[in-house]
C-alpha cells in the first residue's frame, strides 16, 4: 500500500511539474521594414519540435520548457536566437544576412534566391565597385559564370556580350538588359556605374521566360539605388588615372627590317635573275650591285648608317588621363524614399585627339500617397560627347615604315617603303587633322503607381521611355590623302539618328499564404514600340577647310551632294503569367507562360507561346536534416522553358521597293532583300538542372549548373538561288543548333579573425554548340567575299556538326625542309613554287583517291574555332584591420584567333612592318625553326593566313584589378563628421599571360588593351 501511495505521488509530481515547467510562446516575425515572414522556421534548440510562421508572419509553439532558447531560421537572413525567459510573446525582427543579401534579386515581383527555382547569378554593389571603370561591362567580366564579355577599349567603346555562348545563327545573339524594368534599346553603358545597386544575370527559360522573346539569349537586369528610410547621407566618389599601351613592341627595328629585306631579296627571283647574268658573283656584290640601289631609297640607306629607328606609332598615341566624380543625395521617412545623383567621366583616348566626356543623373523617388497606394519616377538623363580618330590612324601608324625619317614624311600625303610610296598608306599624322565628332544623349523614364486594394493584392502599372539622340560630324580636310585620291577639297558629313522606346506595364500579383503553403501569381500586360529614324547629309568641295563642318552650305560641288533619310518601327504586345509556390520553404514550383505578338513578322506568324516550368528542393528544411549542422542551403533544382527570337529586320516579311529619281522620271528600284511571308519565330527549348550550396554557417557557397539548349527554325540571310526574281538575298527559318554546358561558382570565407579577414571566389564555364541541322541536305552554308565577291572565307561559314563559329582553312603540315622536296614536287600546287623554308598545306584526300596529290579548295577543312574551350575569373581580398587588398583575375582558355595583323606582319618581303618572330626564320642554317623563311616572291608561297599556321591560340589569364585600400576608423570619421572615409589606389589590366602573337589576345589587334594606374576617394557624410 505504501509502494502504491509513493508511486502516485511521484507520477502526480513529475505530471504537475511537467505542466508548471512549460509554456506556450507566441509573436510576430518581420524584416527590418516590419514586413511580416511568412514561413520563417522556429525550432527549440536540442529538440526536434518547431513550428512556421504563417502568412501573416504569426506563430505559436505549444509546450515549450523552461529555459528553452529558441531558433529562429529565414533563407536570406541571419538565424536568431532568443532565450524565452519565461516570456511567453517573443516577437523577432530578422537582419539580412550580408552573405545571402548578395543574392536577393527582382524578378518581376520582388523575391529571394531561396525562393527562386531558376538559373540566376547576382552581383552586387559592393563586387561592381571593386573595379574603378566606367562601364557595366567591365565591372561585370570575370566576375558572373556564364557570361563571356569581351570589352571594346576605345574611349566611347562597348562591349560584346554573350551569355551561356552563341545560340542563333545570324539574328539576336546578344542578351537584352533591362534598367530598372526597362528594355534598353541601345547605349547600355551610358548608365552611371555608381548608380548602380546590383546586376543579376538571367540564364535559363524559367528565369528568363518573364522576358518572352526578347530574352532568348539571356537578360542582364540592372537595379540603381535607392534611397532609405532615416537621416539622409551624401556621397562623393572621384578617381583619377592613367592609361598605357600594354604591349608595343612587336615589331622589327630599323636594322632588322634592313636585314630581313636583304635576305628576302636573296631569296627571290631578284636573285635568281641577278646570278643567272652574273654567275660567280659572291652574296655580297648582289647586295651592292642590286639590293642596295634598286630596292632601297637614299633616307633608308641613310637611317641604317645612322644607327637610328622611327617609332610612327609613339607620334599618334599618347599616356591617357581619365576621370570619374559622382556625387548623391540619400534619404526618406516613412512616407517616401528619394535617391539623388550627378555624375561626371572624362576618358583620354590612348590616341591622340580621341576623348569621350559624360555627364550623367538621376533621380529615383517614391512616396505613399495613401495606405493603398504608392508612386514612383526612376528618371536618369546622359549625355557623352566624343572626339573620335579614323582607324586609318592607329592601322598605318603600326604598319609605318621604321626606315622613314618623321620630318621628312610629316607633311606628305601618304608614306613609302623604299622606292614605293603606296597611296593607300595615308599619313597617319594628316589623317589625325580629320574631326570625328558624336554626341550622344539619352533620356531614360520609368514611371509608376502601385495599388493595394486588399491584403495581397497589387495592381501595378509602369510606363516607360527611353529616347536615344545620337550625332556625329566628320570632316575630312583637303590635304590629305583620302580626299586627293577620290578627287574632292574637302568633305563634310552630318549624320542624325533618333530611337524612341516606349514600353507600359500592367500587373495584378497575389500573395496569399495557409499554413506551411505559400503562393504568389501574377498576370501581366505589356505592349512596347520601338522607333527609329536617321537622316545623313554629305558635301564636297569647299573653299577652305578653316570652318570644318560647321559651314556644309559652302559646298560648291553640287553633283556630289548627297542626302539620305529613313524611319522604321515595331511592336512587341505581350501577355504573361506566372505562379510561384512554396510548401513549407522545402518545395518550390515555378510555372510561367507569355503569350508575344511582334510586329515583324506577318499576319498569321505574329503570335507564338512560350511556356516554363521550374522545380526545386532545400534540403536543408528536411526533417532528417534537422540534426545536422553542416549545411546551411542545399537545394536542387530542375527547369524547362522555350522562349524565342525576333531580332530580325523590320519588314522581312514583304519584299520592299525605293522610289529613285532619274532623268526626270521617277523609278522605284528593288531593295536587296526579298521578304519571306512565311517567316516564323526562332525558337529556343532549354533545359537546366542545377544545385545551390551553403555551408559552415554560409562561409562556403557553390553553385553548379548543367543546361542543354535546342535552337529550332534558326533566322539566317542567305543568298537567292532564284535568278528571276531580281533580289540578291532573302531570310529564311533554317536548321537547328544545340548547345551544351557547365558552370561552376565557388566562394568562400577562408579565415575570419577580429582583424584579419581572408575571403576568395571563383568561376569557371564551359559550353560547346554544335550545327545539327541545316536546310535541306546542305551540309554548308558558306560565307563568300574577298576581292571577287565569291571567294569563301575563313570565318562565317556554317558547316553541319561543327560550332556555329568555325576557322576554315588549309591545314599546316610542315616548314618544308630540303629533304622533303621531292614529295612538294609531286604535288600539283596550281601555281606556287615552294622552297625549302615555305608553309606546305596537308593534302587531305587519302592516296588512290580522287584528288589526292592535289592541293586545292576541296582540301580545306575546319581547322579551329573561336569559342573558348572554358572561361571564367576568380578573386581574392584581404582585410586586416582598416586595409584591404583584393584581386581580380579574367582568364579564357582554348579559343583560336584569326589575327589578320599577325599574318601581315609575317609576310617576309621586308618591304613591310614585321613581326619579332621573323627574327627566328627559316635559313639553311637554321632549319629547327617553325617560321617560314624571308622571300621577295610572297605571290608564289601560302602565306600565314592561308593555313591553320597563322591562326593564333587565343587564351590567356590576365590580372585584371589590384586594389589596395584604407578605410579611416571611427575615431577619425567622428572628428571629422564623416560616416565614411576610404582611399585607394588601384592598377587595371596590369598583366596578361598568353601566347598570342598580336595585340591582344581578347580585342584583337585593331586598339590594343591598355594598363591604367587609378587613386580614388569615397566620402559619405
Not at 520563417?40 to 504563417?54: E, F, S
Not at 576610404?982 to 585593331?1006: F, I
Amino acid at each position: 500500500m505504501k509502494l502504491q501511495i509513493g508511486c502516485l505521488c511521484l507520477f502526480f509530481t513529475l505530471f504537475t511539474g511537467n505542466v508548471l515547467f512549460s509554456q506556450s510562446v507566441e509573436g510576430t516575425v518581420t524584416d527590418e521594414e516590419g514586413v511580416p515572414l511568412p514561413g520563417v522556421n522556429i525550432l527549440i534548440r536540442g529538440a526536434q519540435q518547431g513550428t512556421t510562421t504563417d502568412f501573416d508572419g504569426n506563430y505559436v509553439l505549444e509546450n515549450v520548457p523552461e529555459g528553452s532558447v529558441l531558433e529562429f531560421s529565414y533563407i536570406g537572413f541571419t538565424t536568431q536566437t532568443m532565450a524565452t525567459e519565461g516570456k511567453t510573446v517573443i516577437d523577432v525582427v530578422m537582419v539580412m544576412d550580408s552573405q545571402q543579401l548578395d543574392e536577393v534579386v527582382i524578378v518581376g515581383t520582388s523575391m529571394r534566391t531561396g525562393d527562386l527555382t531558376g538559373a540566376i547569378v547576382n552581383v552586387d554593389n559592393e563586387v561592381l565597385e571593386e573595379r574603378p571603370v566606367t562601364s557595366i561591362n567591365e565591372a561585370l567580366q570575370g566576375r558572373a559564370s556564364g557570361v563571356f564579355i569581351q570589352n571594346d577599349p576605345s574611349p566611347a567603346g562597348n562591349a560584346s556580350i554573350r551569355i551561356r555562348g552563341n545560340n542563333s545563327l545570324q539574328y539576336g545573339g546578344n542578351p537584352i538588359f533591362v534598367v530598372d524594368g526597362i528594355v534598353m534599346s541601345g547605349d547600355f553603358n551610358l548608365t552611371n556605374l555608381d548608380d548602380v545597386a546590383s546586376i543579376n544575370v538571367l540564364k535559363d527559360a524559367s528565369a528568363t521566360a518573364l522576358y518572352g522573346s526578347r530574352g532568348a539569349n539571356g537578360v542582364v537586369v540592372v537595379t540603381t539605388k535607392k534611397g532609405e528610410k532615416g537621416e539622409g547621407r551624401i556621397t562623393y566618389k572621384t578617381w583619377i588615372g592613367m592609361q598605357e599601351f600594354t604591349n608595343d613592341d612587336i615589331t622589327l627595328g630599323a636594322r632588322d627590317i634592313y636585314d630581313l629585306r636583304i635576305d628576302a631579296m636573296a631569296n627571290s627571283h631578284v636573285a635568281d635573275d641577278y646570278f643567272a647574268a652574273n654567275p660567280n658573283a659572291s652574296r655580297q656584290q648582289f647586295i651592292e650591285d642590286e639590293v642596295l640601289p634598286n630596292w632601297f631609297a637614299d633616307y633608308e640607306r641613310e637611317t641604317y648608317a645612322q644607327g637610328k629607328s622611327y617609332n610612327w606609332l609613339d607620334q599618334v598615341s599618347r599616356t591617357a588621363i581619365q576621370q570619374n566624380h559622382s556625387l548623391s543625395f540619400s534619404g526618406g521617412s516613412d512616407k517616401g524614399t528619394f535617391y539623388l545623383s550627378f555624375g561626371y567621366a572624362d576618358k583620354q583616348g590612348l590616341m591622340k585627339n580621341s576623348s569621350n566626356k559624360r555627364i550623367s543623373g538621376r533621380i529615383n523617388a517614391e512616396y505613399q500617397l495613401k495606405p493603398w497606394i504608392k508612386v514612383g519616377t526612376n528618371t536618369s538623363y546622359t549625355q557623352a560627347v566624343s572626339e573620335d580618330v579614323d582607324g586609318a590612324v592607329f592601322e598605318d601608324a603600326r604598319a609605318a615604315n621604321p626606315l622613314l625619317p618623321i620630318e621628312r614624311a610629316r607633311d606628305s600625303l601618304f608614306l613609302g617603303w623604299g622606292n614605293n610610296w603606296d597611296v593607300n598608306a595615308e599619313n597617319p599624322l594628316k589623317t589625325l587633322t580629320m574631326d570625328k565628332d558624336r554626341t550622344r544623349s539619352k533620356i531614360a523614364s520609368s514611371n509608376y503607381a502601385e495599388i493595394t486594394p486588399a491584403e495581397g493584392l497589387k495592381i501595378r502599372t509602369t510606363f516607360a521611355i527611353d529616347n536615344v539622340r545620337q550625332e556625329y560630324y566628320q570632316y575630312i580636310p583637303q590635304d590629305i590623302q583620302q580626299a586627293k585620291r577620290d578627287s574632292y577639297r574637302g568633305q563634310a558629313d552630318h549624320n542624325f539618328d533618333q530611337s524612341n522606346y516606349f514600353q507600359w506595364d500592367n500587373s495584378v500579383s497575389y500573395d496569399t499564404g495557409f499554413g506551411k503553403h505559400t503562393l504568389n501569381a501574377l498576370v501581366s500586360h505589356s505592349m512596347s514600340k520601338y522607333e527609329f529614324d536617321y537622316s545623313n547629309t554629305m558635301a564636297r568641295g569647299f573653299p577652305t577647310d578653316d570652318f570644318g563642318y560647321h559651314n556644309m552650305g559652302a559646298a560648291f560641288d553640287k553633283e556630289r551632294f548627297e542626302l539620305s533619310s529613313d524611319f522604321s518601327t515595331n511592336t512587341l504586345v505581350s501577355f504573361l503569367g506566372r505562379v510561384n509556390y512554396n510548401y513549407d520553404n522545402r518545395y518550390f514550383v515555378t510555372l510561367s507562360g507569355r503569350y508575344d505578338g511582334s510586329s515583324r513578322f506577318t499576319e498569321g506568324n505574329r503570335w507564338n507561346f512560350f511556356p516554363s516550368v521550374a522545380l526545386s528542393w532545400n534540403l536543408v528544411n528536411e526533417n532528417f536534416m534537422a540534426e545536422q549542422n553542416l549545411f546551411d542551403l542545399l537545394k536542387l533544382r530542375l527547369g524547362y522553358g522555350s522562349v524565342g527570337n525576333q531580332g530580325i529586320p523590320n519588314y522581312s516579311g514583304y519584299s520592299l521597293y525605293g522610289p529613285r529619281y532619274t532623268n526626270e522620271n521617277v523609278e522605284f528600284i528593288q531593295e536587296e532583300l526579298m521578304g519571306n511571308p512565311g517567316l516564323v519565330w526562332e525558337r529556343q527549348k532549354q533545359f537546366n538542372i542545377g544545385v545551390d550550396i551553403s555551408l559552415l554557417n554560409n562561409r562556403l557557397t557553390i553553385n553548379a549548373e548543367y543546361f542543354d539548349i535546342v535552337n529550332s527554325d534558326l533566322l539566317i540571310k542567305r543568298d537567292q538561288t532564284s535568278l528571276y526574281s531580281g533580289y540578291d538575298k532573302t531570310i529564311e527559318n533554317i536548321g537547328e543548333t544545340t548547345n551544351r554546358g557547365v558552370e561552376l561558382t565557388v566562394g568562400g570565407v577562408l579565415v575570419e579573425k577580429e582583424d584579419f579577414q581572408w575571403n576568395a571566389s571563383a568561376n569557371f564555364s564551359t559550353d560547346k554548340n554544335k550545327i545539327t541541322k541545316l536546310y535541306g541536305d546542305a551540309n554548308a552554308i558558306y560565307n563568300r567575299g574577298g576581292f571577287t565577291g565569291n571567294e569563301i572565307q575563313r570565318d562565317g561559314n556554317l558547316f553541319l556538326g561543327e560550332s556555329l563559329n568555325s576557322i576554315y582553312a588549309y591545314e599546316f603540315d610542315r616548314i618544308i625542309q630540303p629533304e622533303d622536296m621531292d614529295y612538294v614536287n609531286s604535288l600539283d600546287l596550281l601555281g606556287k613554287e615552294l622552297q625549302p623554308g615555305d608553309i606546305l598545306p596537308r593534302d587531305q584526300q587519302p592516296e588512290g583517291e580522287e584528288g589526292h596529290g592535289v592541293i586545292d579548295q576541296n582540301d580545306r577543312v575546319v581547322v579551329g574555332k573561336s569559342d573558348p574551350k572554358f572561361y571564367g575569373g576568380f578573386s581574392t581580398g584581404v582585410n586586416w584591420k582598416n586595409f584591404s587588398l583584393n584581386t581580380v583575375f579574367t582568364y579564357s582558355y582554348g579559343a583560336k584567333k584569326i589575327s589578320g595583323y599577325y599574318e601581315s606582319l609575317m609576310s617576309g618581303t621586308g618591304l613591310g612592318p614585321a613581326h619579332t618572330d621573323m627574327l627566328s626564320r627559316w635559313t639553311p642554317e637554321n632549319t629547327e625553326t617553325n617560321i617560314p623563311r624571308a622571300t621577295y616572291d610572297s605571290s608564289l608561297r601560302y602565306g600565314a593566313g592561308e593555313t591553320s599556321w597563322g591562326l593564333q591560340d587565343a587564351s590567356y589569364l590576365r590580372l585584371s584589378t589590384l586594389t589596395l585600400a584604407y578605410s579611416f576608423t571611427e575615431n577619425v570619421l567622428q572628428k571629422l563628421g564623416l560616416s565614411n572615409l576610404r582611399v585607394y589606389v588601384s592598377g587595371n589590366n596590369l598583366h596578361t599571360w598568353t601566347k598570342y602573337k598580336g595585340y591582344d589576345p581578347e580585342n584583337g589587334d585593331w586598339y590594343p588593351t591598355a594598363r591604367m594606374f587609378v587613386t580614388g576617394l569615397d566620402i559619405t557624410f
